[in-house]
């Protein structure tokens, strides 16, 4: 059941924005790239099922509550035990958020989710999204019904697995958390961490998704203040 991390790269008001989801996979068709059928099964590219961007895929929940001024720019999407299991996809320019209703709140502005738990040794996934418009934040940061409708739609839908079927093979991407092994960066004594080094070590730190709860007031991610970016 082989591990992959997909990226998804945006740009708002000229800031790097990055989110990275993990996913286990089930049987992936012979000769076929699992990392190519991950972004199609997000929502990325059109397959015998969806349209690119569908209502219920996670990009196209998400592209329905960004604001216009929300730029997609790649996926890219890997095997993390295999050299040759990668697929990067650029999305054609003018791809954007489709919330034309409102102007957006900074890039430090974002929708906030968090999974739910199913190991005391693994954290909790997080994920912040930026393209917040104004249209849905009330008084005092919190979400208008909208925000949260909307919001709590893509937070389904990431905590929901992913299929594709191809050749009559279905293969499904399970949400999860990976533990990763702590480690002293060379020449340094801080401490780091990084995937493990076999996938046996890390499929023996993998934690399960089953859902993603959407936070009902508007957070801050400071590592997208203007300048700064991601």
Request: hydrophobic share 35%.
């Amino acid at each position: 059941m082989p591990l992959y991390e997909i990226t998804l790269e945006q740009v708002y008001f000229g800031q790097q924005c990055i989110n990275r989801w993990n996913y286990q996979a089930t049987s992936v068709p012979a000769g076929s790239s699992g990392a190519f059928l991950a972004v199609v099964a997000m929502g990325a590219i059109a397959d015998d099922d969806s349209a690119p961007f569908a209502v219920d895929t996670i990009l196209g929940l998400l592209q329905g509550i960004q604001v216009a001024t929300v730029g997609f720019v790649q996926m890219v999407a890997k095997n993390l035990y295999s050299n040759t299991d990668f697929f990067t996809y650029a999305f054609p320019p003018g791809t954007v958020g489709a919330n034309t209703a409102a102007d957006g709140l900074s890039p430090a502005s974002a929708w906030g989710f968090t999974s739910d738990r199913t190991r005391s040794d693994i954290r909790r996934a997080q994920k912040r999204f930026v393209g917040l418009g104004e249209n849905y934040v009330g008084p005092g940061g919190n979400l208008t019904e909208g925000g949260l409708v909307g919001g709590q739609n893509l937070g389904d839908a990431m905590g929901n697995p992913n299929s594709v079927t191809i050749d009559a093979v279905t293969t499904i991407f399970n949400p999860v958390v990976l533990g990763r092994e702590k480690y002293h960066p060379p020449g340094k004594d801080t401490w780091a961490y990084k995937y493990y080094g076999t996938e046996a070590l890390q499929l023996e730190h993998v934690a399960a998704i089953n859902s993603f709860d959407l936070k009902p007031t508007v957070r801050t991610q400071t590592s997208r203040q203007y300048g700064r970016g991601s």
